[in-house]
């Protein structure tokens, strides 16, 4: 089975959704939910109430007067089901 999850998206907006057991991961092009709640069950033992896709596409940058595109990425933002939680994801004020 190929990976599914690819890397935990750790930024500011995603850490203060920890509180409401929201996580955000970097998932691959041809994950779906099915997928992603069986990785989810078997990599970090706990159950997802909710998934959410969102594809985000390439993105056009003029970088030293040289036009490049960054690349897009699918990702996904998964609710737990109350009483749940991944460590390693704590948001400290």
Do not use: C, W
Request: charged share 30%; hydrophobic share 40%; no cysteine.
């Amino acid at each position: 089975m190929q990976e599914v999850i690819l890397k935990p998206i750790l930024s500011e907006k995603s850490l203060i959704g920890t509180t409401a057991a929201k996580y955000v991961f970097k998932v691959a092009k041809r994950a779906n939910k099915p997928l992603i709640a069986l990785a989810l069950k078997r990599i970090y033992k706990v159950d997802a109430l909710k998934i959410n896709i969102i594809n985000l596409h390439p993105e056009n940058s003029l970088k030293r007067g040289h036009l490049s595109q960054t690349k897009g990425f699918k990702k996904a933002v998964v609710t737990l089901k109350k009483g749940q939680k991944i460590e390693g994801f704590e948001f400290k004020e």
